[in-house]
């Protein structure tokens, strides 16, 4: 066991695979700060997270968490009944029954709308900038592709999706200036979903929403509810909440790899068909979350070489285990040649990512429209300008600068 209580505001924002690598060499488990001030214990070995992610004994209910420890964001019991705060059989019941809405066949279904959609925003660079120009990435395409996905997905009126962007990075990487920002941001998304679900109760439509409003107005055999209205709202916040902002996070971070590894870049160009396999390895890179949802122990449990008494909180880190050379030769390369697969970025176990198929489809359409469409694509500036978002829960770029 290691103590770093200063890791958590000591390089972990600016170089968090510095900092990761240096404790995945010191020790198998540190004892940390929160991302609140509050402690935590992390973990940085592949073969210890991967175990733990899967480990029964520690459980994403708060209710066995000790008075003072980190418990993650602090939400309304409304949002909060979702699939990142239950154990089975609770999890097990409603991931069930949306579940049917994210299998890779039905996913599949979604490609040619996907590529509409990145199509539509790539047509308007063109109108934009003219044959040549330069944009913003992230704000021109990264974003509003998976926020437009997951809206239509779910269906969210257009009038309110740029408002829900903002509230949700808010959430992720809160002003310290700002405290109140964060608190204002859940007060309205609660209002959002609250007003959402009462018009899609007077105005069904083809969408997953409705559907799972119909699936929370039903009543099992027994005469029991199958959705509680907190587990309905709270589970429409998850999807659209996760739905966007990993995959934004995840293509935004898959074409700055590209631009920097111009020979990977023009490899991959010249066959598209390795881009199914090359997804695996962008998210193993510089997947869009460095901490899983954190954990506490049941009871007292040893990671490692480490005893964590129960009730206190576990920090995993996926992206110090997917840059663990014990696992991954030559880990802190970027290599669309690896054998990427058995990686942690999407989880592992039965809190595996409900969206992971969305997420690589997406981000495999968004990559191939690029290739296609943008020969030229480039940099525009000096990679160590680019700004990342302040958050030591999330790995994503605030802006990405290019020409094209």
């Known amino acids: 066991m290691s103590t770093d209580q200063d890791l958590l505001t000591d390089g972990l924002l600016t170089h968090p695979y510095a900092v990761y690598d240096r404790l995945r060499d ?5 004892r940390v700060t929160g991302p609140d001030g509050s402690p935590a214990w992390l973990v940085t070995r592949y ?3 991967r175990e733990a992610l899967a480990d ?3 459980s994403l209910d708060k209710r066995h968490a000790l008075p003072g420890g980190y418990k993650g964001f602090a939400l309304p019991p409304a949002l909060d009944a979702n699939l990142l705060n239950m154990d089975p059989p609770d999890h097990t019941r409603i991931r069930r029954l949306v579940g049917r809405a994210f299998t890779t066949r039905r996913v599949e279904q979604l490609r040619a709308p996907i590529r509409r959609t990145a199509d539509r925003l790539l047509d308007a660079l063109g109108t934009n900038g003219g044959p040549h120009g330069g944009t913003d990435l992230i704000a021109a395409y990264a974003a509003p592709l998976p926020i437009t996905v997951i809206c239509d997905l779910l269906g969210v009126p257009h009038e309110h999706r740029r408002d829900f962007r903002a509230w949700t990075d808010v959430l992720v990487a809160p002003d310290p200036a700002r405290p109140q920002a964060a608190r204002e941001a859940v007060v309205a998304m609660l209002g959002f979903f609250t007003q959402l679900l009462a018009d899609k109760r007077k105005e069904p439509a083809d969408d997953l929403l409705s559907d799972l409003i119909a699936v929370r107005d039903e009543s099992d055999s027994a005469g029991n509810s199958r959705l509680t209205e907190d587990e309905l709202m709270s589970l429409a916040f998850l999807i659209l909440f996760a739905g966007y902002e990993n995959t934004v996070q995840l293509i935004g ?10 020979g990977q870049l023009a490899a991959l160009r010249a066959d598209p068909t390795r881009l199914p396999a090359a997804v695996e390895e962008f998210v193993r890179y510089d997947g869009p979350a460095l901490l899983a949802i954190r954990r506490f122990p049941r009871e007292d449990v040893t990671i490692g070489d480490v005893t964590v008494p129960a009730g206190e909180t576990v920090l995993l880190s996926l992206a110090a285990a997917n840059r663990d050379p014990r696992r991954f030769p030559h880990a802190d390369r970027f290599d669309l040649g690896r054998d990427a697969t058995g990686h942690l970025a999407l989880g592992h176990g039965i ?3 409900l969206g992971a198929p969305l997420a690589r489809l997406e981000t495999e359409i968004a990559l191939a429209a690029l290739l296609e469409r943008l020969p030229d694509l480039q940099l525009d500036g000096d990679p160590g300008d680019l700004r990342w978002r ?6 994503g770029l605030l802006t990405l600068p290019v020409t094209y």
């Open 253 to 262: 971070t898959a074409v700055l790899a590209l631009l920097q590894h111009p």
């Open 26 to 30: 010191t020790a198998p488990v540190h």
């Open 390 to 395: 302040p958050s030591l829960r999330a790995r």
């Open 56 to 58: 029964p004994l520690l």
């Open 47 to 49: 073969d210890d997270v």
């Open 351 to 353: 809190h595996y990512c």
